[in-house]
């Protein structure tokens, strides 16, 4: 075989692997629920930003280019409610049996959703505050409207949809070490980042840490370098890639249990990685019906 096929070869294996659309059901539950659960418990603060005084509106590139005005009590109401809706709309099709006009009912909710989280981010981040790990979940949102998480059966988008999610995921990693070199140098990790973040809003496990100068001095070091590493989690080497995945959530845990921050958007997605078919009992499945001529059709043309 020459270098053109097996390059060929490797981007169809590694971009377009046959995985059950019934992984995509699941992940696609998680990530709207996930969703809803911000907008009615943890993203309090962005409807907040309904009664800032415009003058605070500094609007990003794209929220320029999409001509967005500063929220209102009524637009941010109105978002609010509509998005929360079709995330239930959407909640409700992946519970459904496949039948005709599904698949486009499920392809619209899922687009609604992306566009309203689109905009409730745009306004959420044009106050000066950009939170890094919003873009992982904007990304699975997109996919999903791709890829509707209704059917069942194995499908090489599915595959695609995953792997896109889950390279976005771990590149998150390298690319906040790349910013911490940028804004403080190569030696990030010998500055008191930790101690001030406990500071700001630690918890009695992060407090205690205050007295442990040189151990927080090491967590840094290796956190650094874990991001620095976990690029090879893209690798398809299953035990390399589980010791990392287990870094990761070893990484988020010990963030939640220091200071209170859990990045849920961004964390709810490494279950790209996971085998959720497995969570769908035999009941689950003969509920999601067998792929009628109609969704195969149609999902070969996406």
């Known amino acids: 075989m020459n270098a053109q096929g097996r390059v060929s070869g490797w981007v169809g294996s590694y971009w377009f692997e046959a995985i059950p659309r019934e992984r995509m059901v699941v992940f696609s539950r998680c990530i709207h629920g996930v969703l809803l659960l911000y907008l009615l418990r943890f993203d309090g603060w962005v409807v907040d930003h309904a009664v800032v005084p415009q003058e605070y509106f500094q609007p990003l590139a794209l929220t320029r280019l999409l001509h967005l005005p500063p929220p209102t009590t009524v637009t941010m109401t109105v978002l609010r409610v509509g998005l929360g809706a079709c995330c239930i709309g959407a909640l409700a099709v992946t519970w459904l049996k496949p039948r005709r006009g599904l698949l486009p009912a499920a392809r619209v909710l899922n687009a609604l959703v992306f566009l309203g989280a689109l905009v409730w981010l745009l306004w959420a981040f044009s106050y000066a505050k950009v939170d890094h790990d919003r873009l992982t979940a904007l990304v699975a949102l997109a996919v ?64 205690w840490l205050l007295n442990h100068g040189l151990l927080l001095r090491v967590g840094q070091w290796a956190f650094i370098s874990f991001e620095v590493l976990a690029v090879f989690a893209l690798l398809r ?66």
């Open 144 to 207: 999903v409207v791709v890829v509707p998480g209704v059917g069942r059966g194995d499908d090489q988008l599915v595959g695609w949809g995953l792997r896109t999610i889950q390279v976005v995921f771990i590149l998150a990693y390298p690319l906040s070490a790349i910013s911490k070199f940028r804004k403080s140098g190569f030696l990030w990790a010998n500055n008191a980042t930790f101690a001030r973040a406990i500071v700001r809003r630690g918890t009695p496990i992060g407090k």
């Open 237 to 302: 080497e299953p035990r390399t890639q589980r010791l990392i995945l287990a870094g990761v959530v070893g990484l988020h845990l010990f963030t939640y249990a220091t200071i209170a921050i859990h990045f849920l958007p961004h964390t709810i997605c490494i279950l790209a990685f996971a085998p959720l078919e497995k969570l769908l009992d035999r009941g689950n499945r003969t509920a999601l019906g067998t792929p009628s001529s109609e969704y195969s059709s149609a999902a070969t043309t996406t």
